[in-house]
């Protein structure tokens, strides 16, 4: 029986989805901070070594960084299937049912880490091998890779805690785990980068470790709050972890068209990555920065979009689906005007940013017309994100997984023509974000104008 002597349940007002989205927004920036740091230490990184530069340590991190943010979406959008599902029992106040999914949570991103480790050490050399030109970058974006995921299973573990306490209404716990691994990453990025405190000098090797550091520790952190969480025994967390078989099978239909769509996602990023490689070195470089700018302007989209996908499944658990539509246009409206007051800064002085950001003068020339168009498609990206995400907590997820496959193949089709048969500036490349985030804005509007979701039941 449902538990109700506790609540769970969410309203569809504005405090709610500030006391939600704040957290998580810091939560979400913190990581995305420490990787703008990344790029700092690194863009203003002279290698000794005449046979490696900085374009090659800046375009190497962004393309190895991309393989790994693929793997890691595939833990991400099981997460996100968990935090639908979770949501939609916290709508119901059914503490156990949140706790059994948890439990199989646990299993079943052990053994997905486990599985793309081993895969990973045979497929990434092949899949550079065939993408990248340079040499020097490829080998240099493999030693990355071969560092950074071995600290997969913390990774995964760390997001279905951040969707536990997002579902549970207790948001506030995910800051813990994110500035822990804020401070850790930046802090050996900076001491195994350069050498510091009588450490070895890195370089590009430092910064990988510095990364497993810190998803280590932000588990562990995560850990300890999840022992802190009120009324822990009511969910039973870790009190029965024996396999249920038909549980897991749920969890992976309802998780798997996510987990391909993210993967297309994070996949189709990569293959730009490839392509922009072809363009040069500076190009590259460029692009890395400006990937991290990307995370940074686009927190509090990802934030709200997180926070809309949990507040729509917890309303449906309520039967108050005539709230829903208010709510979504609520998001929007705070989200768009997050982005707008982010962005314009970096909008008007893009030089002055990239200037900080590396020494590399082609580097920021090459970055400053891109960088203009990165901060105008998070404007797009604040209000697709958050559509998308309701999406989602609708409950079809097949819908989504359609949906982000048409616009990659939109946007696929786009880069390819401009790269590789047009041979235009990198500027171009880049306004393929405007075809991704539009694509994606159109048709999760139409889908939750259609009412089709009403009748989805999980």
Request: one cysteine or more; charged letters at 10%.
């Amino acid at each position: 029986m449902p538990d109700t002597t506790f609540n769970l349940k969410a309203q569809a007002s504005l405090m709610h989805i500030f006391k939600l989205a704040w957290p998580m927004a810091i939560s979400i920036f913190i990581p995305q901070l420490s990787m703008l740091c990344n790029s700092l230490f690194l863009g203003n990184y002279i290698p000794e070594s005449d046979k490696i530069g900085t374009q090659h340590i800046l375009a190497a991190s962004g393309i190895g960084g991309i393989y790994i943010l693929t793997l890691t979406m595939i833990g991400f959008g099981l997460s996100s299937g968990l935090l639908m599902l979770m949501s939609r029992k916290a709508g119901e106040n059914d503490r156990l049912a949140i706790g059994g999914l948890m439990n199989q949570g646990y299993l079943i991103t052990s053994a997905f880490s486990v599985t793309l480790i081993l895969i990973s050490l045979f497929l990434a050399p092949t899949l550079l091998q065939w993408g990248i030109h340079d040499s020097v970058i490829r080998e240099a974006a493999l030693e990355f890779i071969g560092i950074r995921y071995w600290s997969l299973p913390f990774l995964f573990i760390n997001q279905i805690h951040q969707q536990f306490f997002l579902a549970t209404s207790q948001s506030r716990r995910i800051m813990v785990p994110a500035i822990t691994h804020a401070i850790v990453n930046i802090y050996f990025d900076y001491v195994f980068i350069y050498g510091q405190f009588n450490f070895a000098e890195m370089g590009l090797a430092g910064a990988a470790w510095a990364s497993c550091l810190a998803d280590i520790t932000a588990a562990c952190a995560g850990m300890i709050m999840m022992r802190q969480v009120s009324e822990r025994k009511a969910y039973r967390i870790l009190k029965a972890l024996a396999v249920d078989a038909k549980l897991i099978g749920y969890i992976l239909l309802k998780s798997s068209p996510l987990i391909v769509q993210y993967v297309l996602s994070i996949g189709a990023w990569l293959i730009f990555y490839m392509l922009v490689e072809h363009i040069g070195p500076a190009a590259s470089a460029a692009s890395q920065i400006l990937r991290s700018v990307f995370g940074v302007v686009g927190v509090a989209a990802w934030a709200l979009g997180a926070t809309c996908n949990s507040m729509v499944s917890n309303l449906i658990g309520q039967n108050r689906k005539e709230e829903v539509i208010p709510l979504i246009l609520k998001i929007i409206r705070l989200s768009l005007l997050c982005a707008v007051v982010i962005g314009t800064p970096l909008l008007v002085f893009p030089k002055w940013f990239l200037s900080r950001m590396t020494t590399d003068p082609m580097t920021i020339e090459t970055g400053i017309v891109s960088l203009r168009i990165v901060i105008l498609a998070t404007w797009i990206l604040s209000v697709s994100t958050v559509c998308f995400n309701a999406v989602v907590g609708t409950g079809n997820t097949r819908v989504n997984m359609y949906i982000e496959m048409i616009a990659i193949v939109l946007y696929l089709t786009y880069t390819f023509q401009v790269v590789e048969f047009w041979h235009l500036p990198l500027h171009w490349a880049w306004c393929s974000e405007f075809v991704y985030w539009l694509s994606l804005l159109l048709m999760s509007a139409w889908y939750l104008r259609s009412s089709k979701w009403k009748q989805i039941v999980l």
